[in-house]
């Protein structure tokens, strides 16, 4: 017959067995993650730069494929015709093509509209944009207009050429002076390639002017 004694000292030898075995096991764990650890956070780290750089390089390429798909034209100019068929030049001292858009962007442009005509218009800027797909022209600052025929010149922070109707407009203010007087307007139209120019205010900005008298000869 067995001794109860005996049986539960053999199974307290079992629980501390069962116990060691759990700790032993546990243990291995723990170093195994001591050792592993390390490294994984030194492998996501380096992946992590490899990234960023991998990143730059790309984004560096893209940039440097984008110059290259850019035109630069010196000292040269466009010419066209509106659907008139008067005739109008876009010159200028640099012309940079985005390969994206297809715009130049324009530097010291120079535009001449109704060539050949009994007056010639000219607008001169600082700066420019040249849209061929939308048949625009728009240049500024520092925009100088010139009309030939009349002597009236006007001083505009910019101007829009529609090279489709020939029409010029700005509504950021304009300040005109010629042989006649002087005028300020909020806003301007110029149609018929300089034949007619209408001004226009808004709000307190209204049309203001004054005409000089006329002489006569004696």
């Not at 307290?12 to 170093?31: C, L, N, P, Y």
């Not at 009309?147 to 001083?155: A, I, M, Q, R």
């Not at 300040?175 to 709000?203: D, H, K, M």
Request: proline share 3%; hydrophobic share 35%; net charge positive.
């Amino acid at each position: 017959m067995t001794d109860p004694a005996d049986t539960r000292e053999q199974a307290d030898e079992a629980r501390i067995a069962a116990t060691a075995k759990a700790f032993r096991a546990r243990s291995r764990r723990v170093q195994l993650l001591r050792r592993v650890l390390p490294v994984l956070i030194v492998v996501l780290a380096g992946g992590t730069i490899s990234w960023i750089v991998l990143r730059s390089v790309i984004s560096d390429v893209e940039r440097k494929a984008g110059a290259s798909r850019e035109v630069t034209l010196e000292k040269s100019r466009f010419l066209g015709q509106d659907a008139q068929g008067r005739s109008f030049v876009v010159g200028f001292e640099r012309a940079v093509r985005d390969g994206e858009t297809g715009r130049f962007r324009l530097v010291g442009p120079a535009l001449r509209l109704n060539l050949g005509g009994r007056k010639v218009t000219t607008l001169t800027a600082d700066g420019g944009v040249y849209d061929e797909a939308a048949k625009t022209v728009t240049i500024g600052p520092n925009v100088r207009i010139s009309d030939g025929g009349s002597g009236f010149t006007l001083v505009t922070p910019e101007a829009v050429v529609d090279t489709d109707t020939g029409i010029v407009t700005g509504s950021k203010g304009v300040q005109g002076s010629g042989p006649l007087g002087t005028v300020n307007a909020s806003s301007y139209a110029i149609y018929e390639q300089g034949e007619r120019v209408v001004f226009s205010g808004s709000g307190d900005n209204k049309v203001r002017g004054t005409i000089n008298p006329a002489r006569s000869d004696r």
